[in-house]
């Protein structure tokens, strides 16, 4: 098992980056050379509470599907979502924001085991941990950059 803890300052409200983080929309446009899309359940708009979402996403020259479910909800705070099917042994992923002088702090804690056992396991020391900070981090950059932008607009009515 491997945790991934990001941090990121956003020049914008609380509430705004939480719902960005929430944005089925905003994902499937942050995650360029993956052609992540969402193919079942909430495919667009934002996911709440007790709300699944298939992505299906090229990793590694592999189409992949993933379905995760929202399992806890507190808005602008905290919410976690935790794989319910997909290629890893387990997957939980929690998205805190606190407030932080007019700026949201964006703390990202990533739990993941890979499958196949010890093959797995190496697996995350080689290679899958630092693919996935780099997946995080662009993602976090873009929801900065959309949140400190109009371009927020687009995806928040």
Do not use: C
């Not at 983080?21 to 899309?37: A, F, P, V, W």
């Not at 042994?89 to 002088?101: R, Y």
């Not at 093959?119 to 929801?143: D, I, K, S």
Request: aromatic share 10%.
């Amino acid at each position: 098992m491997r945790i991934l803890n990001l941090s990121i300052l956003i020049a914008a409200p609380q509430e705004r980056v939480f719902d960005l983080s929430r944005s089925i929309d905003l994902h499937q446009d942050s995650t360029h050379g993956t052609d992540e899309k969402a193919v079942a359940g909430v495919t667009a708009g934002l996911i709440g509470l007790g709300q699944e979402v298939t992505w299906e996403a090229r990793h590694f020259g592999i189409k992949q599907r993933l379905t995760s479910k929202i399992t806890q909800f507190d808005r602008p705070n905290h919410f976690q979502d935790v794989m319910q099917r997909g290629a890893f042994k387990h997957l939980i992923h929690d998205h805190t924001f606190k407030e932080a002088d007019g700026k949201t702090q964006l703390l990202d804690r990533f739990e993941f085991s890979a499958p196949l056992g010890p093959l797995g396991l190496l697996a995350e020391w080689l290679f899958l941990a630092r693919y996935l900070q780099r997946f995080l981090e662009q993602r976090n950059q873009t929801v900065k950059r959309i949140a400190e932008s109009d371009e927020w607009k687009k995806y928040l009515s």
